[in-house]
């Protein structure tokens, strides 16, 4: 998931990337929905604190119904705005793809914080092509993810993995001695997590480079 938004005008853009790694066409709905956490109303059952409230669909409760070919990559972009009551700093967008009756069945889902969209398409953070960073074995297995960074030669990084959901399992912060370097990522001993055979995603973050990629761990 990609975007921007707007603090001073509490408007925004957000996008996101759905891939069919099956070797058959699916057919699914998209949804998006700005959730809020933190809200405060005592119920009658006593419940005084409430998170992942729905505000607002994007653009309604129907979703876009779409095909993805084997293969296929689509990109879905949706504007928003967030209204003057809600509290910026609370607000999620939540995607996910999702067939109709009777499976119901999920494909793939996103989530991203509002403010984490503040500036990052601001010309101080440029996109870069992935070979910045590029994974050296995908597939791979979960205790042996190797990454080739491509850099400027002292440059901090932040290296985030995430789930097929989009929770973050895994952060590597560094720096680079060399401009070209190789980083071996291991996760195969997570704390509360088991990390199972599937599709996960990557996020390469310094000070002017971002890129992001899947990795799919055997």
């Known amino acids: 998931m990609t975007g921007n938004y707007s603090?001073?005008?509490n408007t925004g853009?957000?996008?996101?990337?759905y891939q069919n790694d099956s070797t058959a066409a699916i057919t699914?709905?998209?949804?998006?929905?700005?959730t809020e956490d933190s809200l405060y109303h005592l119920d009658p059952n006593g419940h005084a604190w409430h998170n992942n409230l729905a505000r607002d669909m994007l653009p309604d409760q129907n979703g876009e119904l779409v095909t993805i070919t084997p293969g296929q990559v689509i990109d879905i972009s949706r504007n928003f705005t967030i209204d003057a009551s809600w509290n910026e700093d609370k607000c999620y967008i939540v995607t996910w793809i999702q067939a109709d009756a009777p499976s119901r069945n999920v494909y793939q889902a996103g989530e991203v914080k509002v403010m984490d969209l503040v500036g990052i398409e601001e010309n101080?953070?440029?996109?870069v092509p992935q070979s910045y960073i590029t994974l050296l074995n995908n597939p791979c297995s979960s205790s042996n993810i190797r990454f080739a960074?491509?850099?400027?030669?002292?440059t901090s990084y932040r290296i985030e993995i995430f789930d097929a959901i989009g929770r973050k399992i895994k952060q590597y912060n560094g720096m680079t001695s060399n401009e070209k370097e190789i980083l071996s990522c291991d996760l195969s001993h997570l704390q509360h997590n088991r990390t199972n055979a599937g599709v996960y995603f990557y996020r390469f973050t310094s000070s002017v480079h971002q890129a992001n990629g899947k990795v799919i761990v055997r």
């Open 7 to 9: 603090a001073s005008t």
């Open 13 to 17: 853009t957000i996008t996101a990337s």
């Open 28 to 34: 699914a709905r998209v949804y998006f929905v700005i």
């Open 124 to 127: 101080t953070l440029t996109r």
């Open 149 to 154: 960074l491509n850099v400027r030669q002292g």
